[in-house]
């Protein structure tokens, strides 16, 4: 395999691969498994000579890029099967290099888009002679172990287990070409993180039947996370994304602005200098009403923000004619996170069993006003403050009951909206949690009949949420996403705790809605017990856990399954909650309860102790 360095002056180098190496000082690129990252960085002409593995890369190096080098003469048949797989990860948009390995008659045909199949490490390649003329056919098996798929939609799935697949090859004018491609792309980890980068796409929430501010959901944008290349028009290939519709995961409860077939009829989008966007599209969307063109517009600038700072979108129609306009501001209405609450303030449940209340400057909490706080009514064991932070609703301290109330003194108690059907130390309700449409939602953990429970605008009749998928678990844990449609569960079965998303589905039914949590998927099967979770962004959550025989640690994992690119988080010991914040806004303060009692975490700084004793610290939600 031969290697393609850019030089200076961009000036063509070769070097050799695999069979040996080549100084390659005073050039503008770096050599990792086989291809060219040819970037603009100086490099040594000396020193220490050190074994760098692909994982071990630059991601913040924008610079680098990769290049695929083309097959050679005579090539055999495991090498060129290699230098295939290895061309596959380059920054090349239509994988030109990829397909000079391939047999005429498919080099068209095969499409890398279909999906990808992430293994441990890279396949390992086997040569396999399957009858016939040996000398004109080969079959060459590829192996591994699978980690993950990622479907047409570019949406990940974690699926480990083993990966077998096979390739076919033929002579083609006296040279080896691979006539049976695999499907999609087959790539390492280490590749797969330095293409692909995790963007979310937004859609609107359906809360349909079910929620509680009849038209509200539609607003509301929600996360649909997606992997797409990091390095090719990233912000074009958000917009086709965007335009694809939602994940097959996420389409039955959101839904999108876009005419159905609408197309990007700009081979490539790019800002002007004012950072604005202009997108053109075809004809399906002509007809669309100002209502409907701003929620597209609306789409596209969420969508597009994490590849660029867009002032404001302009949609326009095949002729050029304009649509709508959306500036920053004005599309702060549809924003994900207008539902999440504040993003400065955390609460807990203090030594004597009431609500306080604790900014990110103060240094002391403060009791909160009202029955769960300075009036001292019920002493409590967990909480959650609503996201407008003018209700509260409180689990007594026995786990029995739950109430709610508002944050206001001198107003009284009132009866006990929920109470527990079992009793003893595994049974009781748990943490409850606010949506931002106004529900309140909270689990019986009772061993013989669980349930989950909803209660409309979180005073009204507890009606139960069916979780088909439990499969014989019981929710001992649980935060519902702002938007209502999306939840997150703890599920213990036997003495494993795993984290499970649902989706939030609402049908009717004789007149009445009904609403059922569907399709869980897990969203850390790397951990064996997860022990504490938080909302921590439209995407993301914030995961207390512990792998097989390991110690636990905190990590964020996006809700897709895959880990996220943020900075490891600092340990500490022991915890059994934690907070975070689910808007965007300025702070990212943590709090967590852990051996020590309650401490926070704010931005560029260490854990804090806060109160000695404490349980239960929560956001607003």
Known sequence: ????????????????????????????????????????ASMPDGGDVMSVDASQRADADSQVRVYGVPPR?????QELVAGFLEATTSDEADYATARMYLAKSVKRQWDPSTSITVLSSVPQVRVEHSGGDREQTVTITLTGKQVAKVDARHAYKPDAGDYQAQMHMTREDGEWRIDAPPDGLVLGISDFQRIYRSANKYYFAETGPGGSSPGRGRDVLVADPVYLRKRIDPVTSSVKALLDGPTTW????????????????????????????????????AGAGQDQCLRMAAQVLYTVQDSAKVTDVTLERKDGSRLCVLGREQAKWYAPDQTAGQADRQFFVDAQHRLVGLADGDEEPRRVPGPFGADGAVPLRSVAVDRSERRAAGVSANGQMLYVAALQSGLPLGEARVTARGSGPKAGLTAPSWDGLGDLWVADQDQEHPRLLRLPGGTGTPEEVQVPALDGG?????????????????VTKGDRT???????????????PVLSVQELRSVAPRLENVDAVSWAGASRLLVAG????????LQYIETDGSLSNTAALPGITGVRAIAAPESTGKSQALVAEGDGGIVRLLPDANWKLVAKEGTAPVYPG
Do not use: Y
């Open 1 to 40: 395999m031969t290697l393609r360095t850019e030089g200076v002056g961009g000036r063509l180098r070769r070097g050799r691969t695999r069979r040996g190496a080549r100084s390659l000082a005073g050039v503008c690129g770096v050599a990792v498994s086989g291809v060219l990252l040819a970037g603009c």
């Open 73 to 77: 003469k005579n090539e055999q048949p």
């Open 250 to 285: 996420l389409d039955p409860v959101a839904g999108t602005a876009f005419p159905t077939g609408t197309r990007l009829l700009d081979d490539r989008l790019s800002l002007d200098d004012s950072n604005a966007l202009k997108v053109r599209l075809s004809d399906q969307a």
């Open 474 to 490: 019981r929710i001992t844990g649980l935060r519902v996403a702002a938007d209502g449609v999306r939840i997150a569960l703890l």
């Open 498 to 512: 795993s984290l499970k998303l649902g989706r939030v589905e609402r049908r009717t039914s004789t007149g009445k």
């Open 546 to 553: 512990s792998e097989q025989g390991g110690l636990q640690q």
